[in-house]
Structure formats: structure tokens, C-alpha cells
């Protein structure tokens, strides 16, 4: 059975510094790894899907990072800023289904 | 488009009551997912529907939970009779490609049984 675990649970930065935020799963049998970001009271907001055959995905100042074999993942932050506090979750497909198992989340607060 | 639209958003009813949530997946999407977000579990997948047919409802807790998908622009989660323990909050999902398997979230419903 898949799990899904994230670390750290919380993670306070002053504005401006870069960051990582970790995921690893256990079964490497997976096709897709997804991050989200999920704001107080809201929804998930997908931010960027890697899928396996590809080693990282980058949007803006996002850089999401897999290594199948290892199990892990990695969220790359750069020049973070206020508006990017929120909680963020990877979710990765259980055994090639369209079934997604979600880790618990990182909670970014950054601080001005 | 409207995005995956759910409602009602705030649901707050007594133990032993019918809850019905609802669910409009984004125009075009085959599949539509139900998910239960909670402290102490985080989000779990409850039951999934490709092309209108439930594909795996393992995730469901128990008999006392159902989900239809009558038309693919429509679905609801019933919980009959609902107890404290089901508060949470309820998500829908919906994708397009089965291949890409990236997931379109609601806003949610957030229920709480007293």
C-alpha cells in the first residue's frame, strides 16, 4: 500500500529565502507525482505534475524535482514571498491507477 | 469555465440526519473523484467515477456512505445516517486524461454533525 509522507510538518522563512519542501512514497510504481497548494479554507491548486519518465517540472519560481528510485521528491522554492504561504501537499498515483494518495502536508509560513 | 463548483459550501446538521453533497466536475472531464480531508488522516480518496461508473469505492468508510454519478455533469455524496465523526471536508475532483492523471480540486464542503 502506498504511503505518502512529508517533512517537515511546518516551516516558518523569512521573505526572500529559497526553499525545499520533501515528499517521499514508498512504492517506486508510480506514473505521476503531483504537487498542490492548498490555501485556508479552500481547495487543492495544482501546481506542477511530473510524470515518471521525466526527472522535474519548473513553473515560475517553482522547481519540482523526482527520483523514482529513491522514493522521493522535492519542491524547490526560490525567492520566497509572503503570498506563498499555504500548505503544500504531493500526491502520488497508486499503482498506475487515477487514485492519488496524499501526504499530510508542509505548512509555509513566510514571514515579510 | 467555473471550475469544479460544489455545494452547499457550509453544511451543519444533527447526528442521525440525511447529508447530501453535490458535485458539478468541469465540462468535458471523465473522471470525478470524492475525497474526505481531516486533521487527523489528511485527504483521502473515498470513490471514483470514469465516465459516469464508479470505478473503486474501497475508500468509502462504510454502508452508511453513497455517491451516484447520474450524467457527467452532475454527482452527490449521501451519508445516511450521519454521526460527529463524519466532519470533515468533503472535496470533489475531476480530471480529463486517465493518461495525465492531473486533478481539478473544488472548493469543498464543509460538514460538521453534531
Known amino acids: 500500500k502506498q504511503e505518502v509522507t512529508q517533512i517537515p510538518a511546518a516551516l516558518s522563512v523569512p521573505e526572500g529565502e529559497n526553499l525545499v519542501l520533501n515528499c517521499s512514497f514508498t512504492?517506486?510504481?508510480?506514473?505521476?507525482l503531483q504537487w498542490f497548494r492548498q490555501d485556508p479554507g479552500k481547495g487543492l491548486t495544482s501546481l506542477l505534475l511530473i510524470q515518471s519518465s521525466q526527472r522535474e517540472q519548473t513553473s515560475g519560481r517553482l522547481n519540482a524535482s523526482l527520483d523514482k528510485s529513491s522514493g522521493r521528491s522535492t519542491l524547490y522554492i526560490a525567492a520566497s514571498q509572503p503570498g506563498d504561504s499555504a500548505t503544500y501537499l504531493c500526491?502520488?498515483?497508486?499503482?498506475?491507477?487515477?487514485?492519488?494518495?496524499f501526504g499530510k502536508g508542509t505548512k509555509l509560513t513566510v514571514n515579510p | 469555465d467555473a471550475g469544479v463548483i460544489q455545494s452547499p459550501r457550509h453544511e451543519v446538521t444533527e447526528m442521525g440526519q440525511e447529508v447530501t453533497l453535490r458535485c458539478k466536475p468541469i465540462s468535458g472531464h471523465n473522471s470525478l473523484f470524492w475525497y474526505r480531508q481531516t486533521m487527523m488522516r489528511g485527504l483521502e480518496l473515498l470513490i471514483y467515477f470514469n465516465n459516469n461508473v464508479p470505478i473503486d469505492d474501497s475508500g468509502m468508510p462504510e454502508d452508511r456512505f453513497s455517491a451516484k454519478m447520474p450524467n457527467a455533469s452532475f454527482s452527490t455524496l449521501k451519508i445516511q445516517p450521519s454521526e460527529p465523526r463524519d466532519s470533515a471536508v468533503y472535496f470533489c475532483?475531476?480530471?480529463?486524461?486517465?493518461?495525465?492523471?492531473?486533478?481539478?480540486f473544488g472548493p469543498g464542503t464543509r460538514l460538521t454533525v453534531t
Open positions: 500526491a502520488v498515483d497508486q499503482g498506475g491507477s487515477e487514485k492519488l494518495v
Open positions: 512504492d517506486s510504481a508510480i506514473y505521476n
Open positions: 475532483a475531476s480530471n480529463i486524461d486517465p493518461n495525465s492523471y492531473e486533478q481539478y
